[in-house]
């Protein structure tokens, strides 16, 4: 009896065993699961060039160290025309066809996001570091009616560019830093053939926004719902005086209504002592114009020392089949990692720490971009900003041209743009 009992408890704690084994096993098989996520694909829409260096390092630097991080994750990069692909974009989010992550042009993110396409970002676990590391000029871009539809990828601004030569003529050391001082500089080549201070590249607010902007004016209230008081204001009138004052003084080449040469030919040939461009003059005149030119934040006027923000943003579309990969691709390509690779081939870093960075050092003229960018703004992010620019440019070129006053340009473009806001 002893010896059948014995037995029985031995055959009843095999079992149990057994059976905790086995339960065991099934949690080891369950956790290694969860550690191996199913293989997925994204696509990622991007407007680099076909062959050139920024496709070639984000194919062989970036994706595949975001793979090797990620290595159940593969991303399908995809270069897009820029000519067209507006038009095509808007075809594909009706249709449902759009890719899961996309590298985009600022000016188009609102109007995107007011067409529901895009993925709001702003409960994504780790947005708000994201948010506190990039520059607040390009954020802003990425902004619609409080919340957020995308995060800088990859910025620029634009400085004064300066020919040392002009700055020595006019018995200075270094640029002017303020507006003023900018106005007895240009003074000194007034009446000179073939020597003018600065030769603006036309009168579109990529243009003149940076001059418009430090010397006073505005185009609409802080939060970019109303133009009315703002772009007809006192300042923004007495502002748009000065630059017309400029062009008709001297001060200003007849580029701003698109004079010859133009802003980059008349700079190489020494006729321009100033321009306002963006880092990559530097990287194509680098060779050409080596010690005749050097970079310059923005002269300060009444409103500061104030540029444009330009570059694209990285947006999730709302049909994206896999989201958690999208934005962990999207995390990835706002690391150090992936800011520093790609500033190693002229794209300018949105993190503050990737600014920091030495490679920026090394090209040897980052450094008045990456302090201008700190006052940056943007060129007031709403789905209408296309509409907005021509009614801008618009305006300021019958200011320059005197077929009318810049207090009835800036009255008729603010009632305007009013319109447009209130959409």
């Known amino acids: 009896m002893l010896r059948k009992l014995s037995a029985s408890f031995l055959a009843l704690a095999l079992l149990v065993t057994a059976g905790c084994s086995g339960k065991q096993a099934t949690t080891d098989s369950s956790s290694q699961a969860a550690k191996q996520p199913d293989p997925v694909t994204i696509t990622f829409w991007h407007t680099y060039n076909t062959d050139g260096v920024e496709t070639k390092t984000l194919n062989e630097v970036v994706i595949p160290a975001f793979q090797k991080k990620y290595p159940w994750i593969t991303v399908k990069a995809v270069v897009q025309p820029y000519d067209g692909l507006h038009d095509s974009l808007v075809t594909a989010a009706a249709g449902g066809t759009t890719p899961d992550v996309m590298r985009m042009d600022i000016i188009w993110t609102p109007e995107f996001a007011k067409l529901g396409a895009l993925e709001p970002l702003d409960s994504y676990p780790g947005f708000a570091d994201l948010k506190n590391s990039v520059f607040s000029g390009p954020l802003a871009t990425n902004a619609y009616k409080g919340k957020y539809y995308g995060l800088p990828l990859d910025t620029n601004t634009q400085v004064f560019v300066y020919n040392p030569d002009y700055l020595k003529a006019a018995g200075l050391s270094a640029p002017p830093k303020t507006l003023d001082e900018f106005k007895k500089y240009a003074a ?17 607010p990529w243009s003149m926004l940076p001059l418009f902007w430090s010397l006073g004016g505005k185009v609409t209230n802080d939060d970019y719902s109303k133009a009315s008081g703002f772009l007809n204001s006192d300042d923004s009138v007495a502002a748009l005086q000065t630059l017309v004052d400029m062009q008709k003084d001297g001060t200003f080449a007849g580029t701003t209504l698109g004079g010859q040469p133009g802003t980059w030919d008349g700079f190489k040939a020494g006729k321009y002592g100033a321009i306002l461009d963006g880092p990559w003059f530097f990287s194509i005149m680098q060779n050409d ?13 009444k409103g500061g020392s104030i540029s444009v923000v330009g570059g694209e943003n990285i947006v999730m579309f709302k049909s994206a089949k896999n989201k958690d990969a999208a934005w962990k691709f999207i995390q990835f390509m706002l690391s150090d990692e992936a800011q520093v690779a790609m500033a190693k081939v002229g794209q300018m870093p949105v993190t503050k720490s990737a600014s920091a960075d030495p490679v920026m050092k090394e090209t040897g003229y980052y450094d008045a971009y990456v302090e201008q960018l700190k006052t940056a703004q943007p060129r007031t992010p709403v789905p209408a900003w296309s509409k907005i620019e021509k009614i801008l440019s618009d305006s300021f070129e019958a200011a320059f041209r005197g077929t009318t006053t810049p207090k009835a340009a800036l009255d008729k473009a603010a009632q305007d743009i009013d319109a447009l806001l209130a959409q």
């Not at 000194?188 to 579109?204: E, R």
């Not at 114009?289 to 006027?301: D, E, N, T």
């Open 188 to 204: 000194t080549f007034k009446g000179k053939k073939d020597q003018i201070a600065f030769a603006p590249s036309g009168t579109g």
């Open 289 to 301: 114009l080596k010690g005749k030119m050097q970079g310059a934040l923005v002269p300060a006027g």
